[in-house]
DNA sequence: GCCGTTTTCGGCCCGACTGTTTTCAGTCG
């Protein structure tokens, strides 16, 4: 059972007692431990077998002992108790935004079966007659059309450059002081939703109003009078907020979240006598209202670091800025050299010398050409090429390289006596995604066994959007990495950036060497190399752990390259 | 149901918006 069935199941649970009325906090607790086991790094099923499941935030004694009868016989006698006499189609309900607990049941108990049962039953003036409200019901239809297109998460990188145009539309305006991204854009998650942005002013309406007219909108969908919605040509919808430049930290706090950091830290607040809000921060003993014009201002007052954006999703941020313990997480600044680039030697679209003026363009020591081991490739040939090239330049040093598959046999595609003319040997698996946990781990560690290579690349094989990663114990492969003092790529390519952020914190924590790199296929690519960076920081990484952060020679003596 | 530099018992984040059961419940971020 993955993760993140278990998730929806106690989100069910929790459903199930809002509609009959529970405890508020007790259903509170359900849904915090169904965020937090979403959230963590390893699968779930693993730590209860290792028997550490009340290690998991927010699994007390209880969840633990109806967790562990999941494990065991595949289902819980109290959950089902507990849904007993609510009908099965009021769990898919909730699926449509807007849609909570209590409407879901309403609707299921007037006898409607399913989503597309309910929108049939909307239009023939079924549910009207039942008693729900013209209003409602619109807002159900237009809530099941949202639902319809869900999914219309965008790439990070896509979100990025879509708020910096309207961002620096924004910022020529004289009456704007200040203006950034929030929520998951500013957190640097991997896909964003919505792309939300901010605006210290003290003219609320007049930013609003030439928000409005920002020449990519296709339709403003509401402004008022401190925020405003609008849907791009491009289909993406950009929200906009406004707060004078004395409470705009509070502001910038409040929706850069995530949500579960902004529970913990006003619970902090709480105990220390201030409550929190977008509008400012109020001391509770005097009443009144402290102004916060920036974030530092507001963690200043609270007596704690400010946490980068990146590590705001409450998981610890909070207790290590209270004691001043934040790490301090890489900068893309330190990056010296790019480890996996492809060039038209294998199905790159520009050449060794185009990639090399690329690299040295962003001022890298190094560059490593890993093309893909065609078993075509005249391997001699190109190994020449890259060698006269170093003859000839010595600005930068291109390193030899060569991305070999991993078969789904455990077998590398090429044989070692070819891998050892190469100064740096990728591996990663390109096929048979769909092997048993068990197979994918071998595979992993066996291509870690080989004395020949230096790195895994891509570890997961995710493609966002469109695929899951496949299953492996990550823990045993960070633990034959360690052994075998091999690195693990963070893979900055926007639909893959990975490993993904939880696991860069977990291989971080074992004593795995990173590497952040682009995989360019394109001159272009080379610079994608911050959203890798974002990736790492998510990670909690310094600047230690990560190899392509070392100059040259010291890369050199690690990659045991003359 | 969870959790501990207020507490192993008694607390548990904050505010906006919406519809409609006109004083609040439901949902969301």
Not at 202 to 215: A, G, L
Not at 347 to 368: F, H, I, P, R, W
Not at 390 to 406: A, F, H, M, P
Request: net charge neutral.
């Amino acid at each position: 059972m993955t993760n993140s069935q278990v998730a929806e199941l106690l989100r069910s649970i929790a459903a199930a007692y809002a509609i009959k009325g529970g405890n508020r906090f007790q259903i509170a607790a359900y849904e915090t431990a169904a965020d937090s086991i979403e959230h963590m790094s390893g699968s779930l099923q693993d730590f209860w077998a290792q028997g550490t499941l009340d290690s998991v935030p927010g699994v007390g004694s209880h969840l633990a002992t109806y967790l562990d009868e999941l494990f065991q016989t595949g289902k819980v006698r109290h959950f089902e108790e507990t849904v007993k006499g609510i009908p099965e189609a009021t769990f898919d309900f909730l699926k449509i935004p807007g849609v909570g607990p209590k409407t879901a049941y309403k609707i299921a108990e007037a006898g409607v079966i399913s989503i597309a049962d309910l929108e049939k039953r909307i239009q023939s003036g079924y549910l009207e007659k039942k008693g729900f409200g013209k209003k409602t019901l619109q807002n159900i239809l237009r809530g099941i059309e949202e639902f319809r297109r869900k999914s219309d998460r965008i790439l990070l990188p896509l979100a990025w450059e879509t708020a910096e145009g309207v961002l620096n539309y924004l910022r020529a305006m004289p009456e704007v002081k200040q203006a950034d991204s929030l929520g998951s854009l500013r957190r640097m998650v991997a896909t964003v939703g919505d792309v939300d942005l901010s605006v210290a002013s003290k003219e609320p309406k007049k930013v609003i109003d030439f928000f409005t007219r920002y020449p990519e909108a296709a339709r403003v969908i509401e402004a008022g009078d401190k925020t405003a919605t609008i849907a791009l040509k491009s289909g993406i919808r950009v929200d906009l907020m406004v707060q004078p430049p004395e409470h705009y930290g509070s502001l910038l706090q409040h929706f850069t979240g995530s949500k579960s950091h902004n529970i913990a830290l006003r619970t902090y607040a709480l105990g220390i006598g201030y409550s929190l809000s977008e509008y400012g921060v109020k001391e509770e003993k005097s009443g009144k209202t402290i102004s916060c014009p920036t974030e530092n201002d507001l963690y200043d007052l609270l007596k704690m670091q400010t946490p980068p954006p990146e590590l705001r999703e409450g998981t610890g941020e909070i207790e290590a800025a209270l004691k001043l313990q934040l790490p301090r997480i890489i900068t893309t600044g330190k990056i010296k050299g790019d480890l996996h680039t492809h060039t038209v030697w294998s199905d790159g679209q520009n050449t060794l010398a185009e990639m090399v003026e690329g690299a040295k363009s962003l001022g890298y020591e190094y560059l490593a050409i890993t093309d893909h081991s065609y078993p075509n490739l005249d391997f001699e040939k190109r190994i020449f090429q890259i060698e006269q090239y170093n003859y000839s330049k010595r600005d930068i040093r291109v390193i030899i390289g060569l991305e070999v598959n991993i078969s789904a046999d455990s077998t590398l595609q090429i044989p070692d006596k070819i891998l050892q003319k190469h100064e740096f040997i990728i591996a990663s698996i390109h096929t048979s995604f769909r092997q048993p946990k068990e197979q994918i781990t071998a595979r992993l560690i066996s291509a870690i066994e080989n004395p020949y290579v230096d790195m895994i690349a891509h570890p997961t094989g995710r493609l966002l959007l469109e695929r899951e990663g496949y299953e492996a114990d990550w823990e045993k492969v960070f633990e034959a990495c360690v052994k075998h003092d091999k690195i693990l790529e963070i893979n900055a390519f926007p639909n893959r950036l990975d490993l993904p952020d939880n696991l860069v914190r977990s291989a971080v924590a074992a004593g795995v060497k990173l590497a952040i790199n682009t995989d360019s296929h394109h001159v272009s690519q080379l610079s994608l190399m911050p959203y890798g960076v974002s990736v790492a920081r998510r990670g909690w990484a310094g600047e230690k752990g990560i190899v392509n952060t070392l100059p040259w020679n010291k890369v050199k003596s690690i990659l045991k390259i003359n």
